[in-house]
Every structure is written in C-alpha cells, then in structure tokens.
C-alpha cells in the first residue's frame, strides 16, 4: 500500500471496533532488558478511541490454542492512528514469551476493548502524584504523553521504581519529557547499583522517609499507582499512614479470578430432587447446552463445547463480550461493558446468570 493510500483525515475514519477488525504489527522496540514495545495499526484504517491508562486484550494464535492476554496501552490517545503496548517477559511467562518470539512487522491478531477505569480523565485534578514500579509504568506513561501533547504545563510528580537502572522502562523519553514539561517533576528510585550503567540517584524501596524527598507535597496531589501487588499495598498503607486522602487514591490491578468449579449435571436420586435447570441456544455454534443452577453463560458454553473468548472473567476486560438474542440474564460485571452496549443486547458471558431460557449470539 502506497504512502498515498494510506494518508487519510481523521474524520474521513471510523472508529476501531474490536468486533470487527484485528491490528497489525507496525513496530517493535527494546525498551529495557526483557522489556519490548508493540506498536499496532487497524487493517482497516481506523482510529483508536480510548482513555490514557485503559488496557485491550490480545488474542494470541499459540500452537496449543488461542492464548488471552490483557496489557495497557502506553500510547496515548492524543496520537489516535495506532496504539501500543508495553510488555515485559517475566520468567516462566508464556503469552508474553509468544509475543517476543512470533510477533514482527506485519502480523496480524485479533484484540478486544480499550476497557477500563484507570484513567486521570476521571480524575481531573490540578496535582497529579503518579506511582510505579517495574511494568506498572505503563498507564503512567500513557496519562503523561496525553498530558504533554494536550496539556503540558499540568503538575504531575512522576515517581518511578525500579530494581536497577537499566531497568527503568522509557528513561530517556521521561528525561526528555521532563525538559519540556515545566510541571512534570521525575524521581527515580532503584534498589542496587549495576555494573552496566552508573547511577547517582535515590536508591532503596519507597517508604514514608522516600517519598517525601522525591514528592515533598504528596498529600496535596491526585495519586495513581501501578505495579505488582506487594509494592501497590505497601504505597497505600504507606500513604494511608501519612494521612494521605485515600478517596484520592487510584491503583491499576488485574487481580486473579477466583475460579469456580462447574457444578456436574445431577445424576442419581428421585426426579424431584434435581435442580431445575435453564436451556442456552449458541446460534452461531448451533448447539444448546443446559445451564446448571449457579452457573454463567461462560460456564455454560464450556460445557457445551462452545467457545467464547475470555480473559480476567470477573467482569472487568470485556473480552467475553456476546450479544443476546432473546432472554434475560442477571448480570455483574466490574466496568467491562458500556450502558449503550447492554441497551443493543450485549451481555459479559463471564458474570451473567441467566433467569430464562437465553439464546446468544455465539
């Protein structure tokens, strides 16, 4: 495709719709040891909608089937014609692992969302306080790009930690970032010393004596914190001891679903003892399976054989998203699906019960 072709006003573009259309690889980009940048556009040539800090879920072709992926996005919606993803391959990692070894210029894979509420848009504050550590970095760096190209004169003390300093994702950009921004103030902390890299900075793990030396006026901003679970806890117990407004405390977690074990169809006994339980039409798959008594739909098409895509399955990434055609479901989710999207029909698979006889679009 020429240059030419693929030159077109933002207004003579639809919007991306994970429903219909997959991304394509356009970049890949070392951003510290184990650490890669992906970098998509539509097939399609559409633009990308979303709020700073939101997260998709990748669909990941593996040999041994489909693998569901939720990352953030650490582009920024100020740059709508692609967006990007921030990876880093933990040990024994396996989709992240896949992304390193198969993903190149040019492939393509399927996505859902953007989802999420981890956003300083609903937040508007005038002092921001952003927190992280390791890959928690990346909603950070998704608010501070939108924050630099639409509104850089915006206060924001942006602390980051890190185990060392080569392992500080998107250092040069933040040091760059931190010339041009006159309100953005950076403090890095990193635990031990590296024979690869000098370093004269803070050092040590984040605390109640630290955080005031990298952000004196902590208490007076708008706090966000992203990373492993270990570290948020210790910012919010730390901060919470400080007398830090917790109402004014926003933390990124993709916590791990309980998993439910699905109740076996009941076998024995007299008629009348046995749970009543509720049909479920999959028209695309044609097939109906039976519904058990405290099942969801999710559980539901499983054991049918049906397959639906899911990622988190507590209703938050919206990945599990299906329309249905007729019945009424009871419903649950965590902000993985839009009032509109309920008004046309659409259900989370994932957290929806049903009350009747359901047929789904699946």
Known sequence: ????????????????NDR??????????????????????????????YKPGQFVTLELPAADGPLMRTYTLSS???????????????????????????????TRIRAFGPAGDFTHHNHPAAKYLFVSAGSGITPMMSMLRWLNDCAPWTDVSFVNCARRPEEIIFRKELELLGAHMPGLSLG??????????????????????????????????????????????AVREMLAAAGFDMARYHQESFAAPVVE????PFSGGDAGEQAETIPVQ?????????????????QTARASGVRISAACEFGLCGT??????SGEVEM???????????????????????????????
């Open 320 to 325: 599990c998203k299906v329309k249905k055609l």
């Open 332 to 362: 649950s989710h965590n902000g993985g699906i839009l009032d509109d999207e309920i008004a046309e029909g659409f259900i989370l698979a994932c957290c929806s019960k049903p009350l009747s006889p359901l047929e789904i679009e699946a």
């Open 188 to 233: 890095f902390l990193i635990e031990e010393r590296s024979s690869r890299e000098s370093w004269f900075g803070h050092m040590g793990r984040i605390d109640a004596v630290r955080l005031p030396l990298l952000s004196p006026d902590f208490r007076e901003r708008e706090a966000f914190c992203c990373g492993p679970e270990p570290f948020m806890r």
């Open 20 to 49: 219909l259309q997959v991304l394509e690889v356009i970049g890949v980009s070392d951003e510290a040891p184990d650490v890669r940048t992906f970098t998509f556009r539509s097939d399609a040539q559409t633009w990308f909608r």
């Open 1 to 16: 495709m020429t240059d030419l072709a693929l030159y077109r006003h933002l207004d003579e573009m639809a919007p991306w």
């Open 261 to 264: 074990e699905i109740p076996a």
């Open 282 to 298: 999959f028209a695309v798959s044609g097939v109906e399976g039976q519904c058990q008594p405290g099942q969801t739909v999710l």
């Open 76 to 106: 920024s919606p100020s740059r709508p014609f692609s967006i990007a993803v921030t990876v880093k391959a933990q040990p024994g990692s396996i989709g992240t692992r896949w992304m390193f070894d198969n993903l190149g210029v040019g």
